[in-house]
């Protein structure tokens, strides 16, 4: 199982970014994946999840702004991220559960400058 991220960048205060996560080695759409961000120094928290039945949840401090979706076509996940606010400046992963294992792409730097 592999996971590459991509689509980060430098972004204005309201602006909007595109994040990709093509997955390989088994069939994404099989399985949750989630989007989880880390700014140094401070924990991982969870951003946005897409369940197998494309049902979606997100954490109150994206709620309105970014859009997890995925493509099964491309084995690959977004997360449309509109209204960025300089708060989200972190890197970004991607995340999913194969059985008991836990795999993450590289991670995606996000800038929001204000």
């Known amino acids: 199982v592999q996971l590459q991220a991509s689509g980060g960048g430098l972004a204005q205060s309201g602006g909007s970014l595109r994040l990709s996560c093509t997955a390989s080695?088994?069939?994404?759409?099989?399985?949750?994946m989630n989007w989880v961000r880390q700014v140094p120094g401070k924990e991982r928290e969870l951003v946005a999840t897409i369940t197998r039945r494309n049902s979606t949840d997100y954490a109150d401090f994206v709620k309105g702004r970014f859009t997890i979706s995925r493509e099964d076509a491309k084995n690959t996940i977004y997360l449309n991220m509109t209204s960025l606010e300089p708060e989200d400046t972190a890197v970004y992963y991607c995340n999913t559960y194969v059985g008991l294992t836990s795999y993450w792409g590289q991670g995606t730097q996000v800038t929001v400058s204000s």
């Open positions: 080695g088994y069939t994404a759409s099989s399985y949750h």
